[in-house]
């Protein structure tokens, strides 16, 4: 079974700082996609960004990026020039491509705070 | 443009009552559709998903059941009610399967 491990709960920095999220996983499938989905007090998922495992290329949109690691199976998140509105719950999620559940594998997720 | 509406926003019930979130997809035609449950400071499980009208697929033993009528609804439901099935309620749907899912704004329910 897939699992999904974000390893910090809560984390703070000023606005305009760059803040890293960290994300590792483990999977015996060579194939799959890793998301980003932002969780803010409203409660609603807003999906960030997406990185496909064939692909080497890391996923950029806008102030995001990541830095996929597949070797090691790690997936962070950068956010740069962080925002006020950047404060929310961040989960890291897994899904394979091939047979199985079509559902999402979701980390525990990570608080972020963005102080003023 | 698509959009997912689900309702209620929030919901008391009391133990042993039943329950039925709905919720629908506008936009898309044949939406792969999803039942995610988030427990308090936890990330999302995966409750049921659905390629098709009548498609059902259940993921963990549990105390509720899903149901699509039709191709862009799908319900949750449950006939009593445990103080364990507490929690918030996403539907989500995707294009087709292990493609990015786009949530609904998620039910919060309580049971006393």
């Known amino acids: 079974a897939q699992t999904v491990t974000q390893s910090q709960p809560e984390m703070s920095v000023q606005e305009a700082e760059t803040v890293t999220l960290s994300c590792t996983y483990d999977?015996?499938?060579?194939?799959?996609?890793l998301f980003w989905y932002k969780q803010p007090p409203s409660r609603q998922m807003i999906l960030v960004i997406r990185?496909?495992?064939?692909?080497?290329q890391n996923a950029t949109e806008n102030r995001f990026s990541v830095n996929f690691q597949k070797a090691a199976k790690s997936f962070s998140l950068k956010i740069s020039d962080s925002q006020l509105g950047d404060t929310a719950m961040y989960f890291c999620?897994?899904?394979?491509?091939?047979?199985?559940?079509?559902?999402?594998?979701f980390g525990k997720g990570t608080h972020l705070i963005i102080q003023p | 443009s698509q959009t997912i509406h689900q309702w209620p926003a929030t919901l008391v019930q009391p133990v042993g009552s039943p329950l039925s979130l709905e919720c629908t997809v506008e936009?898309?035609?044949?939406?792969?559709l999803y039942w995610y449950r988030q427990a308090a400071g936890r990330g999302l499980q995966l409750l049921f998903y659905s390629v098709g009208i009548g498609q059902i697929s259940s993921e963990v033993p549990q105390n509720l059941s899903a149901s699509r009528p039709q191709d862009r609804q799908f319900i949750l439901s449950s006939k009593k009610l445990l103080l364990s099935d507490s929690g918030f309620y996403l539907c989500?749907?995707?294009?087709?399967?292990?493609?990015?899912?786009?949530f609904g704004d998620g039910t919060r329910l309580s049971i006393l």
């Open positions: 990185q496909e495992a064939y692909k080497q």
């Open positions: 989500a749907w995707s294009v087709e399967s292990r493609q990015p899912q786009h």
């Open positions: 999977t015996s499938e060579s194939n799959y996609y």
């Open positions: 999620a897994f899904i394979q491509k091939g047979g199985g559940a079509d559902g999402l594998t």
């Open positions: 936009g898309t035609s044949n939406p792969n």
